[in-house]
């Protein structure tokens, strides 16, 4: 085989850290992607988003000549392992959508060969990696089928590759030992489980994380309604007391992942996930409790807000599924005028920061980037959820 390993969707958050991690291993890698422009940024070397540490490895692999680029689906048949990096969103109804890895499996299908490896990395729809073995049977492979979830942090991915325990699952027994030695050049810390096993896994973890992200919430919007500053009642939770040592603090949970999972997993469950539906209406109802807390002290319609941090979480440039652009659509309708700025995001309609807060009668700090630390806010209302500005979170 040309290749050791073909990343299919390869340019993203999720598989191009990967794939730099592979060739940094030795194994001679092939991304797959169809945007030309990000795959002609990464071929020069360049990372077209943040993830720390992870240019001056790109830039190692490349040198190296491990590292390789097509936008071309049959550059799967010349790879001994595919790894596919296409997941299952939720359509408008909070309901799987398949139609999107359908019609990638369907296109790469005929380039697919018997006793290759396909690896599923990607979250999908419990039973959908079955279903995927199931197809390519239908159609004459004999593949290996293997489900082996990222559990990555964006941002954290060169580190957390390594660090973090891969899930290891497959159809067959040589699909777990191929797939087992395949990551086991970035830890020995394998855990084998059956496919669908792997795929709850998942999707529980990031369920966990949601609910607990909402227990935070609903608290942070209680204390609020009883004009308490939740902080002062965080710190004596968890000052000293390893019982709540993993209780997050408040703020927006939002991005490509803990909401599309947590949805995926009540409709496996036939809609019967109280737990998932309430977390997800505590959570994606922030950005409106925020609103309505500013509307029973300000006539908004005749003040400029100000949202800080565009991006879904700290230190990011992602923006996907950011609450902070719900935020920005409920104000658009109640306040005079909304400012955004970020400084990591790519969007030409935000403005500066300085601009921003010089121009905004109220500042919302809706992303905790750790530059906002040292933010000087004077004569203005400021909403710090994240109490980045350790003046507490009281709205």
């Given at each position: ?163 973090l325990p891969q899930i290891i699952s497959s159809f067959t027994e040589e699909g777990v030992r191929r797939a087992s ?16 096993e792997a795929e709850l896994a998942k999707l529980f973890t990031n369920s966990w994380r949601y609910l607990k992200f ?182």
């Amino acid at each position: 085989m040309k290749y050791d390993v073909c990343v299919i969707g390869g340019g993203g958050h999720v598989g191009l850290p990967l794939a730099i991690m592979l060739a940094s291993k030795g194994k001679q890698v092939c991304v797959y992607d169809v945007n030309e422009k990000s795959i002609a940024l990464i071929k020069s070397g360049v990372m077209p988003f943040a993830e720390e540490g992870a240019e001056p490895l790109l830039q190692q692999v490349l040198a190296a000549g491990r590292l390789h680029f097509s936008t071309r689906p049959e550059v799967a048949s010349e790879s001994e392992t595919a790894i596919l990096i296409i997941g299952t969103p939720v359509d408008k109804h909070l309901n799987p959508n398949f139609s999107v890895l359908k019609e990638v499996i369907d296109e790469l299908i005929p380039y697919f060969y018997d006793g290759q490896l396909l690896v599923l990395r990607s979250t999908v729809y419990p039973g959908l990696s079955k279903r995927i073995n199931d197809w390519l049977t239908e159609a004459g492979k004999n593949i290996h089928v293997a489900f082996c979830p990222e559990r990555i942090l964006e941002g954290k991915a060169l580190e957390e590759l390594e660090s973090l325990p891969q899930i290891i699952s497959s159809f067959t027994e040589e699909g777990v030992r191929r797939a087992s030695d395949l990551f086991s050049l970035l830890t020995r810390d394998l855990v084998v489980v059956q496919p669908m096993e792997a795929e709850l896994a998942k999707l529980f973890t990031n369920s966990w994380r949601y609910l607990k992200f909402a227990v935070a919430n609903q608290f942070y919007m209680i204390a609020n309604d009883y004009n308490l500053d939740f902080y002062n009642i965080y710190y004596a939770m968890t000052h000293n007391y390893a019982r709540t040592k993993d209780f997050p603090r408040p703020g927006f949970a939002a991005g490509p992942c803990l909401f599309k999972d947590t949805m995926q997993l009540a409709a496996f469950n036939n809609n019967n996930f109280h737990l998932g539906h309430t977390a997800m209406l505590i959570n994606e109802g922030l950005p409106n409790y925020v609103v309505s807390r500013l509307k029973k002290q300000y006539a908004l319609s005749e003040k400029t807000v100000g949202i800080l941090g565009m991006a879904f979480k700290a230190e990011s440039d992602d923006a996907r599924e950011s609450l902070s652009y719900k935020l920005k659509k409920i104000l658009a309708i109640e306040a005079k005028q909304v400012l955004c700025a970020d400084p990591y995001v790519n969007d030409p309609t935000l403005t500066d920061e300085k601009t921003l807060i010089r121009d905004s009668d109220i500042v919302i700090i809706a992303a905790p980037h750790r530059r906002y630390k040292d933010l000087t806010i004077q004569n203005k209302k400021v909403v710090d959820i994240w109490n980045i500005l350790n003046n507490g979170g009281r709205i």
